[in-house]
């Protein structure tokens, strides 16, 4: 897991502020957020043999917890219960931070020396948690911070639900249709719509849902076409699918973002049609969130194929 000390770049980014028992009017206190005090700055996993602090005291409590706007970092702001000129130079009772998404560890860090925070003599930490760089954005969840030194007492803790379908961290999923190849076209990229619409003689439809960008919890949405004579695009996430498609002809061109393969709090499902003409061997594929419009196609002589992923309404 990559980690980084917050600076001063950092902090207007917060997104979202989440309540803490410890500090009932934190929201007015850190807007503006007070400045970072850089006079020490203790690595993570950090244990020096230096003098006990003379006045390590209890008294923890997260000041603050959330995520930036860009959807790609934890931060937190932790004060302690102790006062020093340069807290680094000092030792306390060893602390462990133990970050968890869903139950499961996602960053834990052990210590036994602060920073000193707000320009001032009071000890804790200040600092931020990335998503991977496997990632493009922080996977959705309940994420618990929790605060333990046991030398003085019961941990400190806090939690909050970071939501899947923040505009930041999802794409609008554009589409377009052709009337005369029986065919539905759905992009995360305007410039291949607009390729699509200037040069192949489809006309724009909208959009009707927002694919997630890459997360621990997604899987790629998968583009396929067939050429001439059955022109068609099928979008697939699912491996046992993609396998059977092959067989017919069908050609793997890019991923079109991500969909969710197992419902997530906050996401739609995202419902797949067909259509099959006998007379001339016709097959197309439709998208939608709407459940007005899959009985609305159904009228029409399409079938539903159920549930294919989770996404997130325009």
């Excluded at 992009?187 to 390729?195: E, F, H, R």
């Amino acid at each position: 897991m990559n980690t980084k000390t917050r600076n001063r770049i950092f902090r207007p980014a917060i997104a979202c502020l989440v309540a803490s028992a410890f500090s009932p009017a934190f929201a007015q206190k850190i807007a503006p957020l007070p400045p970072l005090d850089e006079s020490g700055t203790p690595p993570p996993n950090v244990f020096v043999a230096k003098q006990p602090i003379p006045n390590a005291l209890p008294g923890a409590g997260w000041q603050w917890t959330g995520y930036t706007n860009d959807q790609v970092n934890l931060a937190f702001l932790l004060y302690s219960g102790t006062f020093a000129t340069r807290c680094i130079d000092f030792t306390v009772p060893t602390w462990t931070i133990t970050i968890t998404r869903d139950g499961v560890p996602f960053w834990i860090q052990q210590g036994n020396v602060w920073q000193n925070v707000d320009f001032g003599q009071r000890c804790g930490l200040n600092w931020s948690v990335s998503k991977g760089s496997q990632f493009e954005v922080l996977t959705p969840g309940t994420y618990e911070f929790r605060m333990s030194q046991p030398q003085f007492g019961a941990d400190v803790v806090v939690s909050f639900v970071l939501p899947p379908c923040i505009n930041t961290a999802n794409l609008p999923v554009y589409s377009a249709r052709h009337q005369a190849y029986t065919d539905n076209f759905y992009t995360v990229d305007p410039a291949q719509l607009n390729s699509a619409v200037s040069n192949y003689g489809y006309s724009s439809t909208g959009v009707g849902f927002r694919n997630s960008r890459t997360n621990e919890k997604t899987a790629p949405w998968k583009r396929f076409f067939k050429g001439a004579p059955q022109i068609e695009h099928v979008y697939l996430h699912l491996a046992y699918e993609e396998q059977s498609v092959y067989p017919y002809g069908y050609v793997y061109e890019r991923n079109e973002g991500n969909v969710f393969p197992t419902q997530v709090a906050g996401t739609a499902p995202l419902f797949r049609l067909t259509k099959y003409d006998g007379a001339t061997g016709g097959l197309e594929h439709a998208y939608t969130i709407s459940t007005a419009q899959v009985s609305s196609l159904q009228s029409q002589g399409w079938t539903a194929e159920g549930e294919k992923g989770w996404v997130c309404a325009p």
